[in-house]
C-alpha cells in the first residue's frame, strides 16, 4: 500500500505564491507518473500538473506560466510551485502517484487527503 501526504496550502492574497509538496511512502518499487489535481466548490476534480519519472510535464492551459511541477526521484517527493495566485485557483489540491508496489510488482495508483489553497484579499 502507497501512502501520499500533501503539504503546503493556505490563505494567500492573488499574486502571491505558495509551493505544495506530496511524498509518497510505502513498499514503492517505482514511481512512474505524478500529478497534482484540484477540485473547487461545486466543479469537478481537474487536472493540474503532471510529471513523468523521465520528467516530461504537462500543465492545464489555466496554469501554464504560472505553476512549475517538480519531482525528487530519491526522495519519491513532487512538489508544484504556485506563482501568481488568482482567486480562481482556490481549490482543494490532490497529489496523484501511479506506479508499482514491491509486491508481486503490482501497480498501484495512490491519492493524496488534500490540502486546501485559498487565494483571497
Known amino acids: 500500500q502507497v501512502q501520499l501526504v500533501e503539504s503546503g496550502g493556505g490563505l494567500v492574497q492573488p499574486g502571491g505564491s505558495l509551493r505544495l509538496s506530496c511524498a509518497a511512502s510505502?513498499?514503492?518499487?517505482?514511481?512512474?507518473?505524478m500529478g497534482w489535481y484540484r477540485q473547487a466548490p461545486g466543479k469537478q476534480r481537474e487536472l493540474v500538473a503532471g510529471?513523468?519519472?523521465?520528467?516530461?510535464?504537462n500543465y492545464a492551459d489555466s496554469v501554464k506560466g504560472r505553476f512549475t511541477i517538480s519531482r525528487d526521484n530519491a526522495k519519491n517527493t513532487v512538489y508544484l510551485q504556485m506563482n501568481s495566485l488568482k482567486p480562481e485557483d482556490t481549490a482543494v489540491y490532490y497529489c496523484?502517484?501511479?506506479?508499482?508496489?514491491?509486491?508481486?510488482?503490482?501497480?498501484?495508483?495512490?491519492w493524496g487527503q488534500g490540502t486546501q489553497v485559498t487565494v483571497s484579499s
Open positions: 496523484n502517484a501511479e506506479g508499482t508496489v514491491v509486491a508481486a510488482l503490482a501497480d498501484f495508483g495512490s
Open positions: 510505502g513498499s514503492i518499487f517505482s514511481i512512474n507518473a
Open positions: 510529471i513523468t519519472s523521465g520528467g516530461s510535464t
